[in-house]
T-cell receptor
């Protein structure tokens, strides 16, 4: 148990729809990162938020966006869903952006039909 | 981030030491070696990290070669619950440094 929770656990959407995934960080953690993990692959970095501002982004298009709230919970929003967006979406939190250890949540499994 | 190379799969007998190798020949002086593991359908779990000295914690030991171009993660007494995909990651230690995962090593513990 890492103290990081994600909701929902599973989700099915159709192509073109929009989706919002949620993450609740471990208490006191002010930095959250989101990752996408396709089947059989390692997680790929989407972006990171530090104190409610994005401060790092991977190779993902602008239709992937996020928010971090004052209580350090966060959201990942994906617009105009594509079939290739089907994946496990992971969030990871840590004490601050300089801390080494990231604590991952269990993930949300998104299926796009 | 420096690239890492790991064998795609390994087997280890239960109760024996599991030694997982990782090559990171392009590692730079300020980059750390991290190990995470991912048990099926769960989020990755932090195991250990190090810069140049060998490290040990309650989960594992990390042996880094003197030239820092390779390392070995050691699980001293493997159990069935250690069956997982193990990722070796090299990253800097400041700012917005992300974790760059490869495909890892699938370790299977044999009863």
């Amino acid at each position: 148990e890492t103290g990081v929770t994600q909701s929902p656990t599973h989700l099915i959407k159709t192509r073109g729809q929009q989706v919002t995934l949620r993450c609740s960080s471990q208490s006191g953690h002010n930095t959250v990162s989101w990752y996408q993990q396709a089947l059989g692959q390692g997680p790929q970095f989407i972006f990171q938020y530090y104190r409610e501002e994005e401060n790092g982004r991977g190779n993902f298009p602008p239709r992937f966006s996020g928010l971090q709230f004052p209580n350090y919970s966060s959201e990942l929003n994906v617009n105009a869903l594509e079939l290739d967006d089907s994946a496990l979406y992971l969030c990871a939190s840590r004490w601050d952006r300089y801390t080494d250890t990231q604590y991952f949540g269990p993930g949300t499994r998104l299926t796009v039909l | 981030d420096a690239k890492t190379t790991q064998p795609p799969s390994m087997d280890c007998a239960e109760g024996r030491a599991a030694n997982l190798p990782c090559n990171h020949s392009t590692i730079s002086g300020n980059e750390y070696v991290y190990w995470y593991r991912q048990i099926h359908s769960q989020g990755p779990q932090y195991i250990i990290h190090g810069l140049k000295n060998n490290e040990t914690n309650e989960m594992a030991s990390l042996i880094i070669t003197e030239d820092r171009k390779s390392s070995t993660l050691i699980l001293p007494h493997a159990t069935l619950r250690d069956t997982a995909v193990y990722y070796c990651i090299v990253r800097g230690h400041f700012g917005n440094e992300k974790l760059t995962f490869g495909t890892g090593t699938r370790l299977t513990i044999i009863p």
